[in-house]
């Protein structure tokens, strides 16, 4: 079976820009520009999140926190050091 990750993900919307930061307190702080009206804010998580650890969109999903500002997100492919490596912007 493949790599599997679960992340802890505090998000907030409607912020100037979109960014990552943490962990602090067991969860990775990310901003996104989109607003939380319509799973609009799920989406743009969802596509930042997909960019900045180098997998495709369909390797990502939000597996409890639909409408909550906390979210666990499940990464496919990736061991937990990695997604904490890439999600941190290390280089290897």
């Known amino acids: 079976m493949a790599d599997q990750t679960r992340i802890s993900i505090k998000v907030q919307p409607n912020a100037g820009r ?3 930061s943490g962990p602090i307190e067991g ?3 990310v901003k996104v520009a989109a607003p ?5 804010a799920n989406k743009e998580l ?3 999140l997909s ?3 180098g997998v495709k969109k369909d390797r990502l999903s939000i ?3 639909h409408s909550s500002h906390k979210k666990i997100l499940l ?3 990736l061991t937990p050091e990695e997604a904490a490596r890439r999600l941190s912007g290390k280089k290897p």
């Open 27 to 29: 969860f990775w702080r």
């Open 51 to 53: 960019d900045a650890l």
């Open 18 to 20: 979109n960014a990552i």
């Open 36 to 40: 939380p009206d319509k799973g609009k």
């Open 75 to 77: 990464i496919q492919g």
């Open 46 to 48: 969802l596509n930042f």
């Open 63 to 65: 597996l409890t926190g």
